[in-house]
């Protein structure tokens, strides 16, 4: 493997990881910090029939995880496009 191309691994594992970093924070925001954090505030809106924080708990963080999947998938197909590492 030669410099350069050892230089744009490097750089496409950067930015793997600060993608990966990135999502977790957003989730872990939104698992904990809307039920923790907010969860006072939240219980006193009603969401279908529920308060809100007892929705972000159950639904809210699993529909956000799955929304993280979807655009990391996403956002990896284009990454391993620019750096030519695509299957």
Do not use: C, P
Not at 34 to 62: C, E, M, P, R, Y
Not at 81 to 86: A, G
């Amino acid at each position: 493997m030669n410099k350069e191309n050892d230089k744009s691994m490097q750089e496409y594992w950067k930015r793997n990881v600060a993608l990966i970093r990135n999502l977790l924070i957003i989730w872990a925001a939104v698992s904990y910090g809307a039920v923790i954090l907010l969860g006072d505030v939240l219980s006193k809106i009603s969401f279908f029939g529920v308060n809100l924080a007892f929705w972000f708990a159950h639904q809210g963080s699993i529909l956000t995880f799955v929304a993280i999947v979807a655009f990391y998938a996403w956002r990896m197909g284009k990454l391993d496009k620019e750096f030519d590492v695509e299957e």
